[in-house]
């Protein structure tokens, strides 16, 4: 299993960064050249969505993200620090602003439905100490010349 790692602040200017390394490694993995612009499209909202997150909160962590290559799928792992609320407590933070908190909402749902959109497996997992997206493709087997 190889595994390539990047860390970038959480500034817009480092998704199309992330997004091209994305590619590069996928297409190195054996993705099909037709899901490349989906792997690109993905890895652009996820990267986006964790640095509006960071910017937001005030979090000056590196986004993470993690590209792995196995032997049979290509995983794409992006993970943001920004403690997430339990949602099953149905919890909001007193003293802010509802409009706020739901337009930052409403924008973070627009991002993971276009990722759901894009991608067939995708797992979101969010917590106190932060939030991954791990996305996964299938690779073609490698051919011998």
Known sequence: MATVELRFSALPEHVRTAR??????????GVDEAVLDE?????????SRAVGLHQSAGVTAPVRVALIEEEKQFSIEVGDEVAHPDTSAGASSAG???A????AEG???MGLAVISGLVDDVEVTAG?????IKMSWPTAPATLP
């Open 20 to 29: 091209l390394v994305a590619a590069a490694v996928a297409r190195r993995a």
């Open 39 to 47: 792997v690109r499209l993905a890895v652009g909202e996820a990267c």
């Open 96 to 98: 802010e602003p509802g």
């Open 100 to 103: 706020d908190d739901s337009d």
């Open 107 to 109: 924008e973070d749902d």
């Open 128 to 132: 106190p100490e932060g939030g991954l």
